[in-house]
């Protein structure tokens, strides 16, 4: 089945530790997301890619990066996690970038920072 | 203010109840309406996408738009207990504009 995979679904790093999260998917879709889920909040779009375009969110830290090597893989890199960075991050893609295409989200990875 | 405010329950209903889940919002220039669906542990799915004013229906669910009081409303009937999880709703401007979610109501059926 097409789909959207993330892993780890759980992870833990320690306080300024690089971490670096993954999201692959078989849909072949051009749009990528990542968002950031904090408990019982909205989703917050972090960046997304369209092909190899990256766009940036203008509220997104700098502690975020991000990496699409290929249509496939997309990776979010968090260069010193600190405690507020504790959420759920959410890949999801789509087949073009706006509201007329359904998003597809991955179940997410769940960070924990000690 | 948020732009999108969403109450976040729980709201807990028997099942077969009718279920009425709601949103308001600020942004005056939001066009497309959805609602989806989030398990728990799992990431959210949409069910329910509406343009403009009026009224769109998908078997057991009804999505409502009222631009004139920016007020959105999924209703569900028959209620089940699969139908626990947490509604989002979202919105965009249109064109290639980010989706504008809101937190969230969580919502139990009881068996």
């Known amino acids: 089945d097409a789909m959207v995979i993330q892993n780890p679904r759980y992870q833990v790093t320690q306080f300024g530790k690089p971490v670096t999260l993954s999201c692959s998917q078989t849909?072949?879709?051009?749009?990528m997301y990542w968002y950031q889920q904090k408990s019982s909040q909205a989703p917050k779009l972090l960046f997304h890619y369209y092909d190899k375009d990256f766009n940036n969110e203008a509220d997104t830290p700098d502690n975020f990066q991000s990496r699409r090597p290929n249509t496939s893989f997309c990776f979010l890199d968090i260069r010193s996690p600190g405690l507020g960075d504790a959420a759920m991050y959410l890949c999801a893609t789509s087949p073009e970038f706006g509201i007329y295409y359904e998003q597809y989200f991955g179940p997410g990875t769940r960070l924990t920072v000690t | 203010q948020k732009e999108v405010e969403q109450d976040p329950g729980p709201l807990s209903v028997p099942e077969g109840a009718i279920v009425s889940l709601n949103c308001t919002y600020s942004?005056?220039?939001?066009?497309?309406f959805m609602w989806y669906r989030q398990y728990s542990r799992k990431g959210p799915e949409l069910l329910m996408y509406?343009?403009?004013?009026g009224n769109k229906e998908d078997g057991r669910f009804t999505a409502q738009v009222d631009k004139s009081s920016k007020y959105i409303s999924l209703f569900i009937r028959d209620s089940q207990p699969s139908d626990s999880a947490t509604y989002l709703c979202a919105m965009s401007e249109g064109g290639r504009r980010a989706l504008t979610f809101g937190s969230g109501t969580r919502l139990q059926v009881q068996p």
């Open positions: 509406t343009y403009s004013s």
């Open positions: 849909l072949n879709h051009n749009v």
């Open positions: 942004n005056s220039a939001f066009q497309y």
